[in-house]
Nanobody, 125 residues
């Protein structure tokens, strides 16, 4: 059974940084992509970033490009999201997720089959 546990959220001022972690267990050998999503108050869950678990290729939402960096350690089954130059609009619950397979698109939440419980990120102005 796949389990994903996020940590590292918190309260930070505008312009600050946070590094989120996602500890994974029970991952199958053929994991294709792992991703980060977020859901702000009254908003739909949206794509932030994703990484190809084996190949290492990365993808970012336009809002994250140049500010966020996704990385992983396959041996430790850990995923990270380094977030810099944070803005109030980045305030959300951040989730890590495992993509089901290579079908569909990496930015659609529907293509991910396991999710963590989320970690709250609050950016004050």
């Amino acid at each position: 059974q796949v389990q994903l546990v996020e940590s590292g959220g918190g309260l930070v001022q505008t312009g600050g940084s946070l590094k989120l972690s996602c500890a994974a267990s029970g991952l199958p050998d053929d994991v294709y992509t792992m991703g980060w999503f977020r859901q702000g108050p009254g908003k739909e869950r949206e794509f932030v970033s994703a990484i190809m678990w084996i190949a290492g290729g990365t993808y970012y939402a336009e809002s994250a490009k140049g500010r966020f960096i996704i990385s992983r350690d396959n041996a430790k089954n850990t995923l990270w999201l380094q977030m810099n130059s944070l803005k109030p609009e980045d305030t959300a619950v951040y989730y890590c997720a495992k993509r089901r397979d290579s079908s569909g698109t990496y930015y659609s939440p529907r293509t991910y089959d396991y999710w963590g419980q989320g970690t709250q990120v609050t950016v004050s102005s």
